[in-house]
């Protein structure tokens, strides 16, 4: 788990579900302790006796600093669940798009690195007006810029496109991953929320290609947010996820080469039922209500019984 506040809820419950805990702090160097312990993590990795197999829990890293985490931990004794290229096979959007794409919006893709200038997206910007959409959505290989509001969320399929896809590489700064992606933008349904309107999306969790759980992603009025093994709680006002895209769903997760991953999936205006991403299960938020201890303990009905729990800070 993360040396870090936000993940003490976590930590908490998978203490009291019976697992052992361990805090790292990812820096220049990786410290890690085992939690719960008096003090923070300091010094280098201290190797654990029995060796374990670990499953992180943390946020999104680069490629270059998930490898580093990886062979520092190895090196403490770790085995992780999830390797790094487990992590990139679902994590970074081109990998797992071939796989998605039946149920997913059009998209098209360009590596950059953070000089880039308008002239590398031109082949983007053919491709994207041959689509006949008006609007895409800007991201990077992990990551969208929901933080900088709807200018990349919606942005016009016009010759100004190029431009915007550099301001947001910019805009990502330090944090942008690789390659700008240009996808298809789609409008969702909206029904009444908490307080307001929200969409009907829904998060899949998979352990070895099997699905685990089933929790509300967009704060769908319901009494509680999910159901282990496909069984949907009573969702007042909206959409349940179908059984053919669900099953359709469950086929596609077959191919993706990673042990433990999640599928978003929204409804559109349309009825229709789109994919919006795939994600790697350690660093894919949990639901308000989800309960942490029934998904970390599906991991023993697949056999994964020694897992250590990890998280980072930075």
């Known amino acids: 788990m993360p040396d ?3 993940f003490d809820e976590e930590a908490h419950a998978a203490l009291l579900s019976g697992f052992r805990v361990f805090r790292y702090r990812l820096e220049e160097t990786v410290s890690i302790v085992q939690w719960p312990v ?3 993590a300091g010094g280098p990795p201290v190797p654990v006796d029995p060796p374990l197999r670990g499953l992180l829990r943390g946020y999104m890293l680069s490629r270059q600093r998930r490898q580093f985490l990886h062979q520092s931990l190895v090196a403490a004794g770790v085995e992780l669940v999830v390797t ?3 992590y990139e096979n679902v994590h970074f959007f081109p990998a797992s798009y071939a796989t998605l794409a039946p149920l997913s919006p059009r998209a098209t ?4 690195d953070a000089t880039a200038t308008p002239g590398l997206f031109a082949e983007c910007l053919e491709e994207v007006k041959g689509w006949g959409c008006r609007y895409v959505v800007l991201k990077d290989y992990v990551k969208s810029a929901k933080a900088h509001g709807s200018r990349f969320m919606q942005v016009p399929v016009d010759d100004d496109l190029p431009e915007v896809a550099c301001d947001f590489v910019k805009a990502r700064g330090a944090r942008f991953n690789e390659g700008v992606v240009f996808k298809e933008y789609v409008e969702l ?3 009444p929320g908490r307080g307001d309107f929200t969409t009907n999306e829904w998060r899949l969790w998979f352990m070895h290609q099997n699905l ?3 929790t509300a992603n967009s704060f769908q009025v319901a ?3 999910g159901q282990i093994l496909g069984m949907f709680t009573e969702v007042e006002q909206v959409e349940p996820l179908p059984e053919e895209v669900l099953q359709q769903v469950k086929e596609m997760a077959k191919q993706i080469q990673s042990p433990y991953f999640t599928i978003d999936l929204a409804e559109t205006d ?3 039922w789109i994919i919006l991403e795939a994600g790697d299960g350690g660093v894919s938020g949990l639901a308000t209500s989800q309960e942490l201890h029934e998904l970390l303990h599906c991991g023993d009905s697949l056999g994964i019984i020694l897992w250590a729990f990890f998280g980072h800070s930075s």
């Open 84 to 86: 790094p290229s487990d």
């Open 223 to 225: 009494p509680r947010e």
């Open 38 to 40: 008096s003090g923070d």
């Open 4 to 6: 870090d506040v936000e």
């Open 189 to 191: 349904v909206r029904y």
């Open 109 to 112: 893709w360009r590596p950059v």
């Open 270 to 272: 349309s009825g229709a």
């Open 212 to 214: 685990v759980e089933i």
